[in-house]
C-alpha cells in the first residue's frame, strides 16, 4: 500500500523546540460528560496516554491539562433540563430522526456506531410517544447513562506545528477515540484566544470543533464587544527567568529522561464583573501574573451572544465572565490575589493545583504570605488540591507546563511545511 502523507508525519521525528509565536493560541473546552464511569475511561484510557505523546513529541504544547472541573454549574443545569429520555442529548435526536421517518434500523445502527445502547428509545416508543424520566429504573435498566460531569481541558499550543504535530504519533491515535466516543459525551463548548493559523482555524477549530473566538471585529454584538474590550482575552507567556523567578528545568529533546518540575502550581478561577470594573480587575490580573512571575498566563472568556438580548445590547442573567489561569513555580507572595479577588463581582470555583514535590504545602504557604490563609485555615474559595494524587486518582492527566518551556526559541521566520 503507498505510503500517503498522514503516514509522513507520523514518522517525521518530532521534538522541535523552534516556534512561531505569530501563531500562538489556547484552547479551553468545558466539557459535560455523561457520568463519572465515562470520565474515569476518558482521563486514563484517552487523556494520559495522549498527554504522554504529547509531552514526548510536541515540546511547544506548552500546557496540555485535563482534569475534573470545581465548577459543576453546567453538569447541574443539565440534570435540571434533562428530566425525560426524550430530552437526553443521545435520544432526542434519534426520536427527532424517527418523526421524520428514518427507519429505526438506521437510528439505531447510528447510536451503536457511537457506543449508545438504543434499547432506551423503546420506552418512549413503547407508550406511543409517551415519555420515560431518565431516572425511573425502566430507563436504568435498558442501560441509560445520565449522571452528568463536567471536565475541563487546557491546551497551549505555540504555534501551528505544535497543533499538528501533537496528534501525530500510533499512540496519540490508538488512544484519542476513547476520548471522542459519543457514548460519553453530553455537551462540549469549545473556547478560543490568541491567534491560530487560518488552515488550523478553518479546518479543525471552526469546523470541527465549534469553537468560539472573540477577536474577529463585528462577530459579536456592541455590548459583548465591549466586554471583550475591557477584559483582554488571550494568551501570554514569560520564558525569561527575571528577578526572583525560578525556571523550569530544561532538557534536551530526543529521548533524554525529563528532570521533574520544581513545585509547581496552576491556579485556575472564574472571575466576572461588570464591564465597567473589567479595566481595573484586568489589572490587578497582570499585577498577580508578574508577582507570581507566571510562566504562563491564559484569560479565556466564558460567555456568548446567548448571554445578551435580541438586540445584543444588554447581558442577560449573567456578567461578562472568564476563566482565568496561571502556571507559575510555587515560591514568593501574590497579595495581588486579594486584589484580584475585591475587583470581581464574582470569584468562584478558585484553586491552585499543585504538582511536584512539597507543592501542596509550598501552596498553601503562598496563600498564607499572601495574606489569604491566615492561622493555617485557607479562604472558602480558594481550594488547593495535589495534582500528583489527582493523577494518580484518574481525576487528572497532563502537566502544566512543559519541562523544556525554557529551552524554546522564538523564531517569527520560523514556517512549518505539512
Known sequence: MPRTKFDELLDRPKGGLRFNPAQTFALHVTWVVASPSAADSMLARGFTPCAAATQRDTPTTAVYLFRVSRNQRAAEAMRARVRSVADHPHYAPALRQLRMGIARAAVDGKLRLGG?????????????????????????????????????CTELYLDRRAFYEHAASREWMRASPEILRPAYSLEACTFCVGAPSD?????????????????????????????????????????????????????????????????????????????????????SIDALQAELAARVLLVVPTFSPADYDDDGNAPVARLPSARVMMSFVLDGEAPALAAVRSSSDEWVDARILAFGSGGVEAARALLERSGLGGSGALPNDIEVVDGDAARTQGALAGYPIHPLFQSLIEDEQFDYQE
Request: proline share 9%.
Open 199 to 283: 488552515d488550523v482555524w478553518d479546518r479543525a477549530l471552526e469546523g470541527h470543533l465549534r469553537a468560539v473566538r472573540f477577536d474577529r471585529d463585528g462577530d459579536l454584538a456592541p455590548a459583548a464587544a465591549a466586554a471583550v474590550a475591557a477584559m483582554r482575552p488571550g494568551v501570554w507567556f514569560v520564558r525569561g527567568s527575571g528577578e526572583g523567578a525560578a525556571a523550569a528545568p530544561s532538557a534536551p529533546a530526543g529521548g533524554v529522561p525529563l528532570q521533574p518540575l520544581p513545585a509547581w502550581g496552576f491556579l485556575e478561577a472564574s472571575v466576572a464583573a461588570e464591564t465597567g470594573k473589567w479595566p481595573a480587575l484586568r489589572r
Open 116 to 152: 449508545i445502547d438504543p434499547a432506551p428509545l423503546d420506552l418512549v416508543l413503547a407508550n406511543g410517544g409517551g415519555d420515560c424520566a431518565v431516572d425511573d429504573a425502566a430507563a436504568v435498566a435498558a442501560g441509560l447513562q445520565f449522571d452528568p460531569l463536567v471536565l475541563e
